[in-house]
């Protein structure tokens, strides 16, 4: 599917999805409580650590699964 969406295989795997979104919506404001209890996380260094990740500039993965 992500490649379908015009997603690089080359740079991105499935496992970048995960990650993306919840960049995502900490980018967009969504509160970190609803976040980690929408991902089922209790602590949120599992976000910080493992999912906070800066995300790219227009046209990478968050656009094209996401937008």
């Known amino acids: 599917m992500l490649r379908r969406s015009g997603v690089d295989m080359s740079r991105f795997t499935a496992g970048s999805v995960r990650s993306t979104a919840v960049s995502k ?12 209890a929408t991902a089922g996380w209790s602590q949120e260094s599992t976000f910080a650590h493992y999912y906070d990740r800066p995300l790219t500039e ?10």
């Open 25 to 36: 919506a900490k980018a967009m404001a969504v509160p970190i409580a609803c976040i980690m």
């Open 58 to 67: 227009v046209g990478d993965i968050q656009e094209a699964v996401l937008a």
